[in-house]
Every structure is written in structure tokens, then in C-alpha cells.
């Protein structure tokens, strides 16, 4: 079996290329490892690798994790639909979210991140598809809710993600990142300040990349597949 330091060099290489293919610095692009369902192990091994952004659906999972590796100096986002009555332990041990929606949670988390913490950075998931039962904020709400955010105390307001429609072509899947980016570069013409795309996982990272992402997600490309929960 190929472990996850193949697997994250064989990445590392890609990401370059999509990169420089895009006309891009490959250090402008950051990779975040997706290590929901997978065991510390794989965690660690990859943090030997110099791998150091880490991310997490699940708040109960995250917090063993983020436990287990302590001695890492990881940087962990939390990635998963935050439930309003898991915010604290969010505001407490991670270091980015990604999947804001609502104002409330924002507000929880900035009520509840420790003083002694950097403000916690935040993005917010935009319905990109414009899914009715999908999470994330409409287009039309982003503006006022990214300013809303970007004065709230402990936070720090980064940028935009989306989870769009699986496609299976490079073609099918640029449009829904280009529409990311567009809507970025209108908040920062907003005066918003905005410096994060998260786009893209492991089946169209290179997309993403051609539109810009700043930070691609990247789960089971690097960790293989993940671990079937009974639960779900
Ligand atoms: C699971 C997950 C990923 C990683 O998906 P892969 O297809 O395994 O790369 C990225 N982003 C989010 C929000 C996820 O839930």
C-alpha cells in the first residue's frame, strides 16, 4: 500500500505544477490535510513530513486529535458543519473555521476564543451552487455579513470557501471556483479585506487552483480512504 509520505510528495509535486501551469507562486497555494476518519497515526506521519495545517469535520474527533498530536505544533481548521452548541470547544483549540453561515456563530465564537489566543480566522461557506438544501451563505447575504464578521473583536475575517457540486472534468469544475474568486474580489473591492479562497479537494484541486484557491482541502488523495463510521 502507498503510505501518506508518497502520497504527499506525488501532491506537493501537482500542486506545484497546477500552480506554475496557472501562472501562479506555488507558495501562494496551501495545503490542508483532511484528516477526518483517519487514524493520529497518519496525522503524525504526515506532520513529519513538514505538513502542518490539519483539518477536521467532527468537534469530538478534532479535540482527540488535536490532544494526540500536541507536541506537533499543528495548525488545525475545523471544516465541518459547527453546531451552535459547539462553539466553544471550537473557539478553544482550533485555529481556523471555514464553514461559518450565520452571524450567530460568529458572534459565539468571538465571545468564546481566549484572550490569549490570535483571533480566530475565519471564512464563510458560500452556497455556490445555489443547493436548497445545501449549507452556506446566498451571494446576495455575503457582503453584509462578511463586514458584520470583520468587526467582530476576536475574529479575523479571511475569505470565502465553497464545497460545490461534485463535477468529473477539469472544464465542468472551474466554474463554480471562478465564481468564488469573483465574489472575493468584490468584497475586497468592498473594502473587506480578503485573502482566502478554500477551494478544492482531492478530485478537483487542479481546478481550483486555476481559479485562484489559496487554500486547497485534501482528505483521502494524501490519506488514503477513510474509515467507515456504523453511525453514519
Ligand atoms: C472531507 C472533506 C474534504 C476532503 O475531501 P477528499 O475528497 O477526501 O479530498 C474537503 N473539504 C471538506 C469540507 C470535507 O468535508
Redesign the pocket.
Known sequence: MIGVTENLRKIRDLVAKSAVDAQREPGTVKLLA?S?KQPVDKVLEAARCGQRDF?E?FVQEGLLKITATSSEDLIWHF??HLQSNKTQAVAEHFDWV??IDQLKTAERLSRQRPANLSPLNICLQVNIDDEVAKSGVDAAALPELAQAIAELPNLRFRGL?C?PEYKDTFDAQRPAFAKLRTLAKSLSADGIDTDTLSMG???D?AAAIAEGATII???????GP?IVDQRT
Do not use: C, E, W
Not at 217 to 223: Q, Y
Open positions: 483532511v477526518k483539518g469535520n471544516i465541518g471555514h464553514t470557501m464545497l479537494m482531492s478530485g484541486y482541502r485534501v482528505g483521502t488523495a494524501i490519506f477513510r
